[in-house]
C-alpha cells in the first residue's frame, strides 16, 4: 500500500489549453474525490464517486472541468480551455466506507500554474 | 449551508509547551463528525483527530486532544508537548452524517520555536 498517487505534482499550462491530472487511490478503496485548494484557504469539494459512479459534483465544477473514474479505479480530471482562476492545487482523496467510520487518505496534489 | 470557521491565521508555541488551536462551525444537522487535518509543506493532508457529534467523550490521540462544545458548537484542537514536527497548517473540517464530503475551515498556520 503505497497511498494515493498524483501525477503530475506540478503543471504549468498557457491560457485556453486543456490539462489531465491523474489519481491512484489506494486499491480496494471504493470512494474517490476531488477537492481543489487554493492560496490561504481550505480544500474545497469538487466531486466524488462511488466505484465508477459520479455521486455528486459541486457547483464549483464548471462545465470546462470533467472527471472520470473508469472501472473504479483510477481517476482522471480534466479541464477544458483552462483560465488564470484556475489556478490552484488538485488534491485526491480516496477511502473505504465502512458505515460512517469513512477515513480519507489524501495524495500530495497537483499543483496547476495557468498563465 | 455548513460552515467552518477559524479565525486565527498563524499561532505559535515553544517546543514541549501547550498550545489550543480554536474553531468553529455551524450546521442545522444532528448528526455529524468533525476533524482536525494536518496539512505539512509537503501538502499531504493527514487526519490528526475525528470527533462524532453523538459523543459527549472529547476525543484524544496521544498528544492530540479536543474540546468538543456542541451546544456552543465549538471545536478545538489541543497539542501538548509540542514538538518541531507539528510545524503545519492545521484545518478544522466538518462533514454530515449522511454525506460524503467534507467541509473545511481557511486553515491555521502553527509554527514551533526550538
Redesign the interface.
Known sequence: DTGVSQDPRHKITKRGQNVTFRCDPISEHN?L?W?RQTL??????LT?FQNEAQ??K?RLLSDRFSAERPKGSFSTLEIQRTEQGDSA?Y?C?SSL?LA?A???F????T?LSVL | AQTVTQSQPEMSVQEAETVTLSCTYDTSESDYYLFWYKQPPSRQMILVIRQEAYKQQNATENRFSVNFQKAAKSFSLKISDSQLGDAAMYFCAYRAGANSKLTFGKGITLSVRP
Open positions: 470512494r474525490y477537492y490561504g484557504q481550505g480544500p474545497e469539494f466524488y455521486l455528486e459541486s492545487m488534491l482523496a466506507l460512517s469513512e477515513k480519507l489524501f495524495g500530495s496534489g499543483q
